[in-house]
């Protein structure tokens, strides 16, 4: 399980589905979806999600490049999709998030690993 765990973590802007990642820790499919979820307490499916989000917000906090170019460099599909996850995970859409972390850090003169830890998704 680490070895798939690590692989996405690695990987997570390339499409990663269960087949693939049921072979990198060699087991079948089933039984990989099933022992990920016992052992992260999460599927595979959301926690590729929550990294890639994790990535974005990185980006949207230290770039200054569009919403829709962050959502495909970090592996998302269209930018629906990223928006609508994006909000599931972190609670407001992506381009509020970048307003209020930038506004958050200058009003504050705050360091920025202590934005990363304060607006760190809880899920």
């Known amino acids: 399980m680490l070895r798939a765990r690590d692989a996405m973590d690695r990987a997570y802007a390339h499409p990663l589905d269960v087949p693939t990642l049921a ?29 890639r989000v994790e990535r974005a917000m990185f980006l949207l906090r230290d770039t200054d490049r569009s919403v829709t170019d962050i959502c495909f460099q970090v592996g998302f599909g269209s930018p629906g999709t990223f928006s609508r996850t994006f909000r599931d995970i972190v609670g407001r859409p992506p381009r509020t998030y970048r307003k209020e972390a930038r506004d958050a850090a200058v009003a504050a003169g705050v360091p920025t690993c202590f934005t990363m830890a304060w607006t760190r998704p809880s899920t």
Do not use: K, M, N
Not at 30 to 51: I, M, V
């Open 23 to 51: 072979r990198i820790a060699l087991v079948s499919e089933a039984h990989f979806t099933r022992t990920f979820r016992d052992t992260f307490g999460e599927t595979p499916h959301r926690y590729l999600q929550r990294r």
